[in-house]
């Protein structure tokens, strides 16, 4: 009887895992598809014969020595991953005490706050980026990367701040109430008992602010043209398209360099920004 029920538990594990593969196949397959271009030939790429979906000649590295060489792959990364890191502390920094404050503090208006906080996550960049077109240009901030550090955290505060207010509001009053019959104040209280309590709802709102710095585009569009202060989404875009022409290879080649930094982020990280996440939305 216990044989035939684990036999039976056993065969329910390996139906599971045969209804993920149809998920893998579609999801993964995009990245496949970047991957064999990227080692494929010119010729290849263009050419109609054969199966699209294999490397038919001799596999190059043509395309990663053309972006890592002979553009500013390197230096578009290093704008990408300092204005990234940036971003993201400042965003934490705000988003932590802005939470804070409407979940725990009690003012006027404090209730209706945290929605309005992530309306203004709603509202498209599309609308926004030509008044703040105007701001960056009285700043002087035009064409450099800096003006990004007023930009981005426009869209990546409102929500980290969301999904901090429903973790903090999910913390327990209790501890609250025991912090202060120990004397701590309200910094003490945030950074010795909040903070370590709420450490995957930290991670979650983290990864969500790096991600949304990492890969914007229309931004770094519309403000920044001179090539040594682009970030890696439009130095790409503007360096390997030139009129008609696509270089397919560069192209898949640079995106699949641009996305390792998101990757081992997710890799290792993955089940805290679920948990954040799904935890920060009940409130």
Known sequence: MTGSLAARQKRKVRLSYLALVPFLVFFLFPLYWMLITS???DHEI?????????????????HYKMI???TEFVTWFWNSLLIAVVVTVL????AILAAYAISRLTFLGSRYFGVGVFCTYLVPPALLFIPFYKVVGILG????????????????????TWILIGYFAAIPRALDEAAFVDGATYIQ??????????????IAATMFAFTVSWAQFLYPLAYI????????????????????????GELMGGA????????????????????????????
């Open 39 to 41: 080692f494929k030939t």
């Open 46 to 62: 263009t050419s109609l014969k054969g199966i699209p979906l294999l490397i038919q000649s001799a596999p190059t590295l043509a």
């Open 68 to 70: 890592l060489f002979k």
């Open 91 to 94: 965003t934490m920094a705000i």
């Open 141 to 160: 901030l035009l064409n450099t990367k800096w003006c990004l550090l007023f930009l981005y955290p426009t869209l990546t505060v409102p929500f980290c």
């Open 189 to 202: 209280m945030l950074t010795k008992v909040f903070l370590p309590v709420a450490s995957p709802g930290l």
């Open 225 to 248: 043209y001179k090539t040594s202060e682009m970030m890696l989404t439009n130095g790409i875009y503007t360096t390997l398209i030139r009129g008609d022409v696509y270089f397919w």
């Open 256 to 283: 699949l360099l641009a996305s390792v930094p998101v990757v081992i982020l997710f890799a290792f990280l993955m089940d805290y920004y679920v948990a954040g996440l799904t935890r920060g939305t009940i409130r």
